[in-house]
C-alpha cells in the first residue's frame, strides 16, 4: 500500500511563489508517474502536471510557465514549484501516484492535501 503525504501548503500573495511537497512510504514510487490535482472550492478537480519515472512531464494549460513538477526518486518524494501564483489558484492541491496518471483518469493513490491560499 502506497501513503502520500503532501505537505508546503499555506497562505501567500499574488505573484509570490511556493513549494510543495508530496512524501510517499508504503513502497518505492520510482517506477510510477506521480502527479498533482487541485480542486477549489464549489468546482471539479482539476489536472495539473504529471512526471513519469525518467523526469518526462506534461503541465496543463492552466499552470504550464508558472509551475514546475520535479521528483527525487532516491527520497521517494514529489514536487511541485509554483510561481507567479494567482488568486484563481487557491485551491487544495493533491498528490496522486499509480501506474498510469491521465488528465481524466488519476492513479490509484491520493494524498490528503495540503491548502494553497493566494490573496489579492
Known amino acids: 500500500q502506497v501513503q502520500l503525504v503532501e505537505s508546503g501548503g499555506g497562505l501567500v500573495q499574488a505573484g509570490g511563489s511556493l513549494r510543495l511537497s508530496c512524501a510517499g512510504s508504503?513502497?518505492?514510487?520510482?517506477?510510477?508517474?506521480m502527479g498533482w490535482f487541485r480542486q477549489a472550492p464549489g468546482k471539479e478537480r482539476e489536472f495539473l502536471a504529471v512526471?513519469?519515472?525518467?523526469?518526462?512531464?506534461h503541465y496543463a494549460d492552466s499552470v504550464k510557465g508558472r509551475f514546475t513538477i520535479s521528483r527525487d526518486n532516491t527520497a521517494n518524494t514529489m514536487y511541485l514549484q509554483m510561481n507567479s501564483l494567482k488568486p484563481e489558484d487557491t485551491a487544495v492541491y493533491y498528490c496522486?501516484?499509480?501506474?498510469?496518471?491521465?488528465?481524466?483518469?488519476?492513479?490509484?493513490?491520493w494524498g490528503k492535501g495540503t491548502l494553497v491560499t493566494v490573496s489579492s
Open positions: 496522486n501516484a499509480g501506474p498510469l496518471i491521465l488528465a481524466f483518469r488519476p492513479g490509484d493513490y
Open positions: 508504503g513502497r518505492t514510487l520510482s517506477t510510477y508517474v
Open positions: 512526471i513519469n519515472w525518467s523526469g518526462d512531464s
